[in-house]
């Protein structure tokens, strides 16, 4: 059984630069178990620019979080439109999270990097938040759609 | 909860250039919500020639479309098996959707297309249509197995 948090309307980030939140989603205590695992899909639309947007998901005990808890993080410039999939699941214990360590919109494949590792208590109520930057302000990135899909296991 | 429904073996398209649905599986009424999203996942088989092999998957209000929209699609020529996800999520709203607009064949990524979007009624039974094409009507292409499923969200 899994269990689905999803964003209700999109989001739309312009006119700063700084890394915005557009959506916490948020996980009850206690539903991913210690071998569970989260997928979060998005659906992205933005300016077809030069300039950077980048795309971030960050997995927190708190909503809103913004800079630390990387699980997946990449930019593009120009296109328009983009899907992105973030995976990341317990080790084997309720605090201890790891995931691939690459671009969200190319999940699948093989990395020279670390994978990323993060310590939230899952038996408490966490927070899937995802977050843009823009380098062009005047430009925009909207969150068009995205949803956290949890597949419990014990 | 999620919902599962799956093609029961598989079909095979020859000797016709036309459009053909090799398989329709159905949503059930008021499944999906103002902010589900459905994922199908499809295996295909097919001649391995330079002539172009489609697989158009149509989210429609009828069983058996091979036409309207949402839909999405992957080519396939000089290979000889196939693996493609297509996504379609409820827009806010029970009867608008937005999907990526790139090829099945890389569901995730990023391209210069806009967003694609679609007006199913889903408080209603509708369908995912998967419609197969040859470009040359002495080939082949199958569908081995697909499945859609559905991520319910309010």
Known sequence: MSIVIATAGSVTLTGIIAETNFAALRIPGGTIGRNGLVEVRMLWAFTNSANSKTFVVRFASAAGVTGFNMVANTAQTTTATAQGLAIFGNNNVTNAQVSFNTNMFAPYGTSASASFTNNVDTTADSYVNIDGSIAGAGETLTLTHAAVVVFPVP | ?154
């Open chain 2, 1 to 154: 909860m999620s919902i599962m429904v799956a093609t029961q073996g598989q079909v095979s398209v020859t000797g016709t250039t036309s459009v053909t649905n090799v398989a329709a599986l159905r949503v059930p009424a008021n499944s999906v919500g103002r902010n589900g999203h459905v994922e199908i996942k499809a295996l295909v088989n097919f001649t391995n020639s330079a002539n172009n092999k489609v697989l158009g998957i149509r989210w429609g209000t009828t069983a058996g479309a091979t036409s309207g929209a949402p839909a999405t699609f992957g080519t396939f020529n000089t290979a000889a098996t196939a693996q493609v996800l297509a996504a379609y999520r409820n827009n806010n709203a029970t009867n608008a959707q937005v999907s990526y607009n790139a090829t099945t064949i890389v569901p995730f990524g990023s391209t210069a297309n806009a967003l694609s979007a679609g007006a199913i009624d889903t408080t209603v039974d509708s369908w995912i249509n998967l419609d197969l094409q040859l470009a040359l009507g002495t080939e082949t292409i199958i569908l081995v197995h697909a499945y859609a499923v559905v991520f319910p969200s309010s």
